[in-house]
């Protein structure tokens, strides 16, 4: 087992190799496909959620999904939701939306309100892209946990501010190489998840990220324009992913940027 405090994402990118990442837990996660030949989706139970044994995790494509006071349980589902960055195409009345609001999306700026809004339930009002009433997996323990992978430089945000500079949307997930893993997003404006969304897509574009995982399929993911992928390809691609590197995410290394340009070929400032 190596040591964590050698993998900043933001400072020693040259050591996040696959091999390196999956050594770093304490536990050894099972082949998913040995482990759940039919597809079931979970392959694991326990561990714990130190940021080791999550980027560990992450490499060999599982993440954690459990409910507060039940043991962990490490999922790699059959088959795997993604999307292509490059593909994406957002709706039309979604561009029309961006090109009237004077809305700003920034990266990294708050992402402890992030994971905190995603953690809501929808009965509160405040996270509008869960069914009425369902609570999210996003506990405290998990809060905790990806807050650590943030301050690593491994779990960023995606931020969308209204003209009174009020958050009003949002989304977080990892980036290990040229792959983001998407968590949960949010909104408390309509389509602010969804402009949020067309962000990291750019995002992802401009800072050769090839792939975003998000996990299981869902009708909003769909809408979106999100796939699905076998999971042994989704598994085969891992290891060139995370091998190849793309653009540091730091939070202060990328401007704000208006929504109205999202659908400009103008890109993401690089803050200098």
């Known amino acids: ?7 900043n994402a933001n400072n020693n990118e040259q050591l996040i190799t696959p091999e390196t990442l999956k050594s770093l837990g304490r536990y050894d996660f099972p082949d ?3 482990i759940d030949p039919d597809g079931v989706g979970i392959v694991a139970m326990g561990g714990d959620l130190a940021p080791e044994t999550l980027i560990s995790a992450y490499a060999q494509g599982l993440f954690p999904w459990f409910n507060e006071d039940e043991p962990i349980a490490w999922w790699c589902p059959e088959p795997r939701c993604v999307i292509v960055p490059t593909d994406y195409q957002p709706s039309k009345s979604l561009r029309k939306q961006a090109s009237r609001v004077r809305w700003q999306v920034t990266l990294n700026q708050a992402f402890d309100d ?20 369902e609570h999210t997996w996003i506990h405290d323990e998990m809060i905790e946990a990806y807050t650590k992978l943030h301050a690593h430089g491994f779990a960023h945000s995606i931020e969308v501010w209204d ?4 958050l009003i949307g949002g989304l977080y997930g990892l980036k290990i190489g040229n792959i983001y893993f998407g968590e949960s ?7 602010a998840s969804k402009l949020a969304f067309w962000g990291l897509m750019r995002l992802c574009e ?33 290891d060139t992913l ?3 590197h793309s653009v540091k995410w730091q939070k202060n290394s990328h401007n704000s940027l208006s929504v109205s340009l999202l659908d400009s070929k103008e ?5 200098s």
């Open 32 to 34: 998913p496909i040995s």
């Open 206 to 238: 401009q800072s050769n990220v090839a792939l975003v995982d998000c996990q299981l399929p869902n009708e909003h993911l769909m809408s979106l324009g999100a796939t699905t992928l076998p999971r042994a390809e989704f598994l085969s691609q891992l």
């Open 267 to 271: 890109s993401w400032q690089l803050n």
């Open 163 to 166: 003209d009174a500079g009020t």
């Open 242 to 244: 995370i091998a190849t």
């Open 185 to 191: 997003m949010f909104h408390r404006a309509s389509n």
């Open 114 to 133: 992030v994971i905190h809004a995603c953690s809501l339930p929808r009965s509160d009002g405040l996270n509008t892209d869960l069914p009425e009433g």
């Open 1 to 7: 087992m190596n040591s964590f405090s050698q993998y």
